[in-house]
């Protein structure tokens, strides 16, 4: 089993940064991918970007130029940096963990961007 716990969360104005961070304990495989997802209400979750444990990445066009994902393995976490923030990104961030044919969720962390 692997728990998620998310953090970083939070009200924040158009045009602002938020940097939230995951940190995953228990069964984790030396090879694994990370990522965030959200889900805005009333609408499916998506995916935002994701980093494996050799550093390879991928993101969603809507976070490209603002979202930065980066993750530290000595201590199994990762991290979603968010520049320039708009209304439209407010969500709830969900925390992935992907290994081998194991898929773990964190318990999602709300991020609010409003004036």
């Known amino acids: 089993q692997v728990q998620l716990v998310e953090s970083g969360g939070g009200l924040v104005q158009p045009g602002g940064t938020l940097r939230l961070s995951c940190a995953a304990s228990?069964?984790?495989?030396?090879?694994?991918?990370m990522g965030w997802y959200r889900q805005a209400p009333g609408k499916q979750r998506d995916f935002v970007a994701s980093i494996t444990t050799s550093g390879s990445t991928s993101d969603a066009d809507s976070g490209k130029g603002r979202f930065t994902i980066s993750r530290d393995n000595a201590k199994n976490t990762v991290y979603l940096q968010m520049n320039s923030l708009k209304p439209e990104d407010t969500a709830i961030y969900f925390c992935?963990?992907?290994?081998?044919?194991?898929?773990?969720w964190g318990q999602g962390t709300q991020v609010t961007v409003s004036s």
């Open positions: 992935n963990l992907r290994q081998w044919t194991q898929e773990y």
């Open positions: 228990g069964s984790i495989f030396s090879f694994n991918t």
